[in-house]
Structure formats: structure tokens, C-alpha cells
């Protein structure tokens, strides 16, 4: 099997998880001060980005599926609850609900012809198939061609909470990042998470074991995607714009990047190497096409000396997975 | 018939042209990536760099040494080459021993580095380069005009699938080529240098890209763009074919072209799809691909 060779230590023991409390602690503690000191916008961009990684992180890290096309999940969200909230004139919350909800039929299809192949090729077709809705974005009437959705409503969310407020507008992201993330901690420490681990170890062993491998795997993605698509849902409402760039490939790069450089398989990982590389991306934003030759670098950095990320380096040095 | 369908012959003789022109690139193109995958177990997402450097150098040479097209032919799959040779000694080398999908993400990698330093001294919109003089005209057929150099690409590419078919399945080289992709450990103890092949088959595959690089620049224009879409492109091919056979290979990427250029013609709105459409519907049907053999 193929999956066998990720540099993730010792399985993480149910029993002390401790430390990683602690850890979201500190996390969100950073998180609600965060905007006493960091520009709020950029958070907003970043509480995003952090999300889409880790529910990547969900495939790569825990099944040990490569999508090189997640990006159509991210963008498919935003260009329809985009759509709903201004031309359909939905709530926030149901613009969000629908754009989710569409990643997650998105998913179910893509999936089921993804899982079909394995390794290499499975991120081969992820890739093809998101390019496909690349040009169905460009194409499509709705979607707005090269302009994108602009102008999007941020509307009152449930009725009262008024999102054009800058600091409320930042309470609703933080919370459903902390939403997705408990999520996806919850799947990773469920038992149907320990199956899709038994999967990334050795998928024949866990199908001889009696589990059926493709539903397990075909699960995983469309959680996967539909947590993209809340991630690219929300930032559609924030941003208030939906764009080509979001279903281009490189975004799919982009997050196979947060989440390597953060760390594969490592809970916090993605979320740290979702602000980091959004904090290169602006403050390099005038270097032009150094941002991607960076970005180059840290592939190649990462995958020849830095496997295990950011934070799998720092679990390992404190002898406990993060 | 034609006036039936309403669609006018040269319309159609002229897309079908320049589908078998893409299906000459596809076919180049996923045959170094199925040469590749076989002896390195690695997909080359540099592959579209590649082909666009391969193109850069044509360029270069005749902008500042004044070599022409034909030296073009030559230098650029060698250049190109040598530099897959020290990227395989160098870094892929690391990685044999861990998952493939590291080799893929290192690829992107260095991808996105050649991609970004061409843009940053190039920029996107590309630099003109001229048809050899020799190819320079056409040829009237009387039911379409055929320009000469597209006739050139498209025979010139089926010689070189043919001759890389005739390499690997036909030669005393090819047989430990396949034997290594096999079981290379069985092969080294014959006493056969294997890393040493496996170097050369990265060098060969990339020079095969390059070669494709040149062909393609007097047609699209020298672009730091134009490997990076195609490879996508490429991808589905690959996916669709397998990467079992060589033959294969070529004749998908021929066939994938005629379909895209005919579905230009009949339903152009889904001319960029298509080749994705297909793949969707063969993974549905054969798993493995048309020549594939399951993984």
C-alpha cells in the first residue's frame, strides 16, 4: 500500500488528550484578543483559509487522500451563496447553508469517481475535475465570467445580528471556524475516524477487517467538501465578492500548502500554516510573482527536510501530537 | 452533408487540424509523464515548465546566439534534459523511499519556482516566434489550406512517438527499462546500474517535453503560461489512457485531441470540457483507464 510512509508519530492515544485542550485554549483565547491588535479583515481572511485547510487536512491527513482540486469545493460554495444573498436576496445564514450544502452534492459526485482510482491518480482526477468546474465557472451566466460576483449583501444574520458591523461580522467567523474545527476533531476521535486511519495505514487490511473502504472514504470527502465549502461560503459573505480565483488551481495548491507546511495530520497544523502563508501573501502582495516563487520554495523545502510541518515538529520536540 | 449540418468544411477540416496539433502535444506530453511514472513511480508535475522552458530556450537561442529552429530541436530537449538530471540527482532522488505523493508535491513545487522566475522576466503575454523559413507557406488541398508547419508537427510528433514506442519495446535498452519498472531490485543484482537508468529516463522524459516546447512555440507563442493549463490537460489524458502502454498513451492523446477539436466545432461552448467529461465517464466505466492495468 501506498499510504504507509507519512512521517506522523505515534498514534495519538484517546485517553490523554490534555494537552490538546490546552491547545485550543490558548488558541482561542489568542483568537478572541487577536482583534484588539491584528486587523480584523485580515483574521477574517485567515479564520477562512485555516478552515478550508483543516477540513482538507480531514482527507490528507486522516484517510491519506491527496486532492490537488479542492479549490472547486471553496469556490463553488462561494459563487452560490454569493448568488443567493444577492440575487435571491437569502439571509446570511441561509446563503451560507446553501453554498454548503451545494459543495457537499459537489462532493458527493466528485467523490464517488475520485475514489475510484487511488494515490497519484486519485489527485490527478481531484485536479482535472475541479479544472472542469473552472471552466464551468468562467463559462457558466450566473457566475459573472472574469468580473466574478461582486457587491455581495452581508445582510442581518438571523435577524439581529447586523454583519455590516466590522467586530460583529468577526464573532460570527470565529464561530464558525471554532464550529468546523470542533467538527473535525470530533470525526478525527470518533470511531469513524480511527476506521479512515486504519484506511491510510493499510486500506486492504481495514477492507479484509470486514469495513467497507470506498463508503468510509467516499464519507470523509464529502465532509471534507462541504466544511470547504462553509469555509468558501463564509468568505464569500465577508469578502462580498465570489472570483475566478477561488475555483482556480492554484488555490488547490495553495491549501496542499497551508496544510504541509502546518503540518499533514496534525490538528492545529493547517490553521498555523493558513496564517502563515496568508500573512506572506499580504505583506509580499507588491512583489508580484515572487509570492509564487516563495510559495514554490516552501513546497520544496517542506517536502525535502520539513515533512512533518510546523506544528508536527513542535508536537514532536514537545513529545505530545498537536 | 455539410450543408445538412450546417457547418461549413473548412470549419471543420481547419478544427479537426488543430485538434490532431493538441493531440500531437497531448500524446508527447503523456508519454514522458508514462515513461516517467514507470521507472520513478513519480507523476512530474514539472512537465509543463518543462515544455515551456523547452520553448524559453528555443527562443533564447535564436534571440542571442542565432540558432535556428532545427539547432532548436536539438539543444533544447539536452538543456532541458541535463537540468531534469540535476533535479533527479539533487532532489527527487530523496524521495523514492517515501509516499509518491511527496514526488508530486515536489514537482508542483518546482513548478510554481520556474513558473514564477519566467514570469517575473518574461510576463504573461508572451514573445513572438517565427516558422522556419522552410516551413513557411501551405498547401492547398483543394477541400481545406494545409499550412506546412502544422503538417511538420503533427508528422514530426508521430515520428517521435513511435520511435520512443520502438525504444522501449523493441530494444535491447527498453527490455531492462521494463524489466527495472518490474522489479528493480531482481535487475540490479543482474548488475545493471538501475539509478543510473532511472536518471536517464527522468532526463529523456523531460527532453521529450522540451522537444514538444519547441515544436509548440512557433504556433502559440513563448509564454511562461503555457505549460501550466496543458498539463491539466495532460492529467486527463493520462487518466484516461492509463499509463500501462505506450502505445496507448499516443493514441489517446491523438484521439483526445480530435474530440476536443470536433466538439469545437459541433458544441463549442463544451470544448474545454470535454476531455474532463470523457475521463469522468471512463472512470465510471473502466477504472483503470482504456490501457491501463489496475493499480
Not at chain 1, 19 to 47: K, R, S
Not at chain 1, 255 to 279: E, N, Q
Not at chain 1, 307 to 321: A, Q, T
Not at chain 2, 265 to 279: D, G, K, Q, R
Amino acid at each position: 500500500m501506498t499510504t504507509a510512509a507519512y512521517q506522523i508519530d505515534a498514534p495519538a492515544k484517546t485517553t490523554t488528550l490534555t494537552h490538546q485542550y490546552v491547545a485550543f485554549g490558548i488558541m482561542t483565547a489568542f483568537f478572541v484578543v487577536a482583534p484588539i491588535f491584528i486587523y480584523p479583515v485580515f483574521l477574517m481572511q485567515a479564520l477562512c483559509f485555516a478552515l478550508f485547510a483543516c477540513a482538507f487536512n480531514l482527507l490528507i491527513g486522516y484517510v491519506g487522500l491527496l486532492s490537488f482540486g479542492h479549490a472547486m469545493f471553496l469556490g463553488t460554495a462561494g459563487y452560490i451563496s454569493a448568488h443567493a444573498a444577492k440575487v435571491w436576496g437569502f439571509p446570511p445564514e441561509l446563503a451560507i447553508l446553501t453554498g454548503t450544502a451545494a459543495s457537499a452534492l459537489l462532493g458527493v459526485l466528485a467523490g464517488a469517481l475520485a475514489i475510484r482510482r487511488q494515490g497519484i491518480y486519485f489527485a490527478m482526477i481531484t485536479l482535472a475535475l475541479a479544472q472542469m468546474i473552472y471552466f464551468f465557472a468562467l463559462q457558466a451566466p450566473f457566475t459573472g465570467g472574469e468580473d466574478g460576483i461582486q457587491a455581495v449583501p452581508r445582510g442581518i444574520m438571523f435577524g439581529f445580528l447586523d454583519l455590516s458591523n466590522q467586530m460583529t461580522l468577526y464573532w460570527v467567523v470565529l464561530a464558525i471556524f471554532l464550529f468546523g474545527f470542533l467538527l473535525i476533531y470530533r470525526i478525527v476521535h470518533s470511531p469513524f475516524g480511527q476506521v479512515l486511519k486504519a484506511i491510510r495505514e493499510n486500506e486492504q487490511r481495514a477492507t479484509s477487517l470486514g469495513y467497507k473502504t470506498d463508503h468510509y472514504k467516499l464519507i470523509a470527502f464529502v465532509l471534507s467538501a462541504a466544511l470547504s465549502g462553509l469555509a468558501g461560503a463564509t468568505k464569500a459573505i465577508v469578502f462580498q465578492l465570489a472570483s475566478l480565483t477561488d475555483v482556480h488551481w492554484t488555490m488547490s495548491g495553495e491549501v496542499v500548502l497551508m496544510t504541509l507546511l502546518g503540518g499533514l495530520g496534525t490538528i492545529f497544523g493547517p490553521v498555523a500554516g493558513a496564517f502563515i502563508i496568508i500573512a506572506m501573501q499580504n505583506y509580499l502582495a507588491q512583489f508580484g510573482q515572487w509570492v509564487t516563487i516563495i510559495q514554490g520554495l516552501i513546497f520544496v523545502v517542506c517536502v525535502l527536510a520539513f515533512r512533518r510541518g510546523v506544528i508536527g515538529e513542535l508536537g514532536r520536540y514537545l513529545k505530545k501530537p498537536l | 452533408m455539410f450543408e445538412l449540418l450546417g457547418i461549413s468544411p473548412q470549419a471543420l477540416f481547419g478544427q479537426l487540424l488543430i485538434g490532431l496539433i493538441n493531440g500531437s502535444f497531448y500524446a508527447m506530453l503523456s508519454l514522458g509523464l508514462a515513461v516517467i511514472f514507470g521507472m520513478l513511480n513519480i507523476i512530474n508535475f514539472t512537465h509543463g515548465a518543462q515544455y515551456m522552458i523547452g520553448a524559453f530556450v528555443a527562443w533564447y537561442a535564436l534571440q542571442y546566439f542565432g540558432l535556428n529552429y532545427w539547432w532548436s530541436l536539438l539543444i533544447a530537449p539536452i538543456v532541458v534534459g541535463a537540468f531534469g538530471i540535476v533535479l533527479e540527482r539533487t532532489m527527487l532522488q530523496r524521495l523514492y523511499k517515501l509516499d509518491h505523493l511527496y514526488g508530486l508535491l515536489l514537482t508542483f513545487g518546482i513548478a510554481l519556482i520556474l513558473q514564477g522566475f519566467f514570469l517575473n522576466e518574461f510576463g504573461s503575454s508572451g514573445l513572438p516566434y517565427p516558422i522556419p523559413p522552410s516551413l513557411q507557406g501551405g498547401q492547398n488541398l483543394g477541400f481545406m489550406f494545409l499550412p506546412n508547419y502544422r503538417a511538420w508537427v503533427i508528422v514530426f510528433s508521430l515520428v517521435v512517438c513511435l520511435v520512443t514506442w520502438y525504444l522501449i519495446e523493441r530494444t535491447k535498452l527498453g527490455s531492462y527499462l521494463r524489466a527495472a519498472t518490474e522489479n528493480p531490485t531482481l535487475v540490479q543484482a543482474f548488475g545493471i546500474n538501475v539509478p543510473r537508468m532511472i536518471t536517464l529516463t527522468y532526463g529523456f522524459g523531460v527532453g521529450l517535453a522540451a522537444l514538444a516546447g519547441v515544436l509548440a512555440a512557433p504556433i502559440y507563442r513563448v509564454n511562461p503560461l503555457m505549460g501550466a493549463d496543458l498539463i491539466i490537460v495532460v492529467f486527463a489524458v493520462v487518466v484516461i489512457g492509463g499509463m500501462g502502454s505506450i502505445l496507448g498513451s499516443v493514441v489517446t492523446g491523438f484521439a483526445l485531441g480530435i474530440i476536443e477539436g470536433l466538439t469545437k466545432v459541433f458544441y463549442p461552448e463544451a470544448s474545454n470540457t470535454v476531455i474532463f467529461v470523457i475521463m469522468a465517464i471512463v472512470l465510471l466505466l473502466k477504472p483503470a483507464g482504456l490501457f491501463g492495468r489496475t493499480a
